[in-house]
């Protein structure tokens, strides 16, 4: 007689509860439609981890809890990887196999050699660059305050955080090609969440003449022109800047003595390109929208603000001393984290909260839902920096907030965005009043980052 090998944590866990939908199309539509609120109904119905039929026989797996956070991404995290996640892989056309999509040994020589651009000594040098683009774009708002013309403050702060990113990790003036790389990098975005859930999507993109694929490469061969661009305008300057791209240019294989392919080094700069500036510029719109809706919050930062510049532009050593600016900017990133969603695949079956895994399990967690975990916030719903005093931190378990991830894949970029989002938010309120256009509907579009839909609309007001 055969028996079947069943593993010992097969017999034992249950699996988690969770919807199956009809058959056979499972519940990936509304997952589609509403990914937010879709989670946040799961959660309120079925807990903190659940297993759904997305279609088919193919299941989902969702984990909230803070523990079931620190389990994947830090205590077990080597059992997770990034790929082959159907979400992620549907990046890779973009991105490639840059810092965020790769994986092992290969993405931990590539953290190693990024790591030194983020340290807290060159992140002190671009803290000048920062203020300084931000005080020329405050510059250019005078003649909107005059003709009382409104501004959509996403858009804004978009084209502020490339201007950053490019000057800072890549020597180079982006401003001229912010709006062709919005437009291609919205597009591509787009289509990347409409297809997300659906099963062989990724196989899809490879089909090059399905309309989706035709869409995705046009936006991307736009991007790649721009990440030439900044590649071949380095090489032919003969600068030798120690930014990113420097270091990655002029990394060298410890065996081989190689250097990386050119491939390589589009895919790390686009990556870089796209992960670090779209995720920092909609926690700064969020920011004003809800500034703008808590006039009391308001008050008190600029109070804050006007107390520690008194009237000069911030510097990197303000920082630690605008403290009220940076819980508001906590708890807006609470609210609204812009990596609303973090994926991963469960290489091998793994216990995660009493309930069993299977291998090869696509895995969601949620900052967004997380975030609203009434274990461990109060009327999550409501907008409150007093939940980020240093008291108030130490009570809560660390994964119960993570809008920079946490473990290895931790974002590279942590410091510098919030070294980035405090000194923008600091100079803009210094100066200027931001209030969200009567009769806006201000609605969330969850794509891969968490936008404002559409414009967000505001009016200023010079102080
Ligand atoms: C408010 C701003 C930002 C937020 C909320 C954010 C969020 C995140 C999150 C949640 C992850 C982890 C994803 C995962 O575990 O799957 C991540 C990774 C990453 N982020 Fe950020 N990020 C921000 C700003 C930046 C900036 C400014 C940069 C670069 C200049 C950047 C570059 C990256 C890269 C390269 C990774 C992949 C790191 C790795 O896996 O080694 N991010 N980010």
Redesign the pocket.
Known sequence: MTTVPVTSQQQRLPHPPGPLGKWPQGVLKQFQDEPLATMMKMFREYGDAIRFRAVLHFYGYLFFHPDHNKHI?QDNNRNYT?MPHPS?SLLQPVVGN???T?DGDF?RR??RL?APA?HRKRIAEFATTMTAATDTMLKSWHSLTKNGRPLDINEAMMHL?LEI?GE??FSIDLTREADTIGDSFSAVNEEIARLTGIPFADLGLRIPFLPSTRQVNNHTAILTQVVHGIIQERRQSGLEAED?LGMLMSARDEDTGEGMSDQQLHDEVM??ML???E??A??LAWTFYLLSEHPDVLEELEAEVDGVLNGRLPIFDDVPNLRYTTMVLEES?RLY???FA???WGNDEDEVGGYYVPKNSVITMS?YVTHRHPDFWDAPERFDPQRFTPEHKAERPRYAY?????????????S???T??ILLLASIVQQYRLTLMPGSQVELEPLI?LRPKGQLMMTLTAR
């Open positions: 991404l990034k992620l840059g810092l965020l790769s993405w590539q953290r990024a983020f955080t990113v800072t990790l990113l990556t870089i992960a670090g500036h995720t920092t909609v926690a990133m984290p812009p990596a973090i994926a991963r900052p993570l809008p920079f991830g946490g473990g290895p894949r931790l974002c590279i970029g942590q510098f965005a919030m980035e989002a980052t």
